[in-house]
């Protein structure tokens, strides 16, 4: 049997045991930008970093929506990301309507998971090149689900994928307790900080407005997307303050109370970016 049928059909295993197209589609994951998401017991705020070029265009495709209340950031070929998009949309607007209600959260996550994992082990296409945070509210509260390309999951509250995410994943696991009890400017503040650490030791990378975009949705809280001028004022903090995490910014943290009448931003009345919904 020859080398390149291992290449070409994902469900023939190579002599040493390994799916090598799930190797090549966990590479263009890894090499894609940089997904990060944290939820508290009332929020999930996400964050994408951007290339330069285009940027309203790579902004558009990094976050996926399909309805006011679910969200998915990819990582890695932005096509295989719409395409499954587009399949996750239809299949909700089906059991809607079948249903008469609502369609919960993790029902769309394990369907998702179906049918990545079909790619995977049942089909003759080729698998899904991405990694996947999806997210979302309903009446449960908020979920965030973590996908591999081999539609495993895992539902959690942090998550970070692509070029960089392996930096910080334990600086997340650290404050992963703390988060239930952060309020959304809290959240926001601290993902800002993970993106940071993540790119501490990058020359090229430069952080601004334009250089990644937010997205938020939770209690009172439909799907928003923050405008640049917002995401600057964030960044501002940082200008003023050490970024290291230690002792004393925990204990900042810990005494920060758990009320959204003192948000920075009037959320209830934010206008969101203009974005591609249904």
């Excluded at 090149?129 to 997210?135: A, D, N, R, S, T």
């Excluded at 995410?165 to 239930?180: A, P, R, T, V, Y």
């Excluded at 903090?237 to 009320?259: P, T």
Aim: glycine share 6%.
């Amino acid at each position: 049997m020859f080398k390149s049928q291992y290449n070409t059909n994902p469900i023939i295993f190579s002599p040493d045991g390994q799916l090598l197209q799930l190797n090549f589609a966990k590479k263009a994951s890894d090499r894609g930008e940089i997904s990060l998401s944290i939820k508290s017991k009332n929020h999930i705020v996400l964050l994408g970093s951007v290339k330069s070029e285009l940027i309203q265009f790579n902004k558009e495709n990094r976050f996926l929506t399909f309805g006011n209340n679910f969200l998915i950031i990819t990582s890695g070929i932005s096509k295989d990301g719409r395409y499954l998009n587009e399949i996750l949309k239809k299949n909700k607007y089906q059991q809607e309507n079948s249903s008469n209600r609502f369609c919960q959260i993790p029902d769309i996550a394990k369907f998702c998971s179906k049918v990545m994992g079909r790619n995977t082990y049942y089909s003759n296409t080729r698998l899904f090149g991405i990694k996947l945070i999806l997210v979302g509210y309903d009446s449960s509260g908020p979920y965030l689900f973590e996908f591999n390309p081999d539609g495993s999951f895992q539902e959690t509250n942090y998550a970070g994928q692509g070029k960089g995410s392996n930096k910080i994943i334990g600086l997340m696991q650290e404050f992963s307790k703390k988060l239930d009890n952060f309020s959304l400017d809290e959240l926001i503040n601290q993902i800002l900080l993970f993106y940071i650490k993540s790119t501490e030791k990058s020359k090229k990378k430069t952080i601004n407005e334009n250089s990644i975009c937010l997205s938020s949705i939770g209690k009172n809280l439909e799907t928003i997307v923050l405008r640049e001028m917002i995401i600057k004022f964030y960044l501002k903090i940082f200008q003023k303050r050490d970024c290291e995490v230690d002792k004393n910014y925990s204990e900042r943290n810990e005494k920060y109370e758990n009320d959204e009448s003192e948000s920075i931003i009037q959320w209830s009345t934010y206008e969101s970016d203009a974005w591609p919904m249904d």
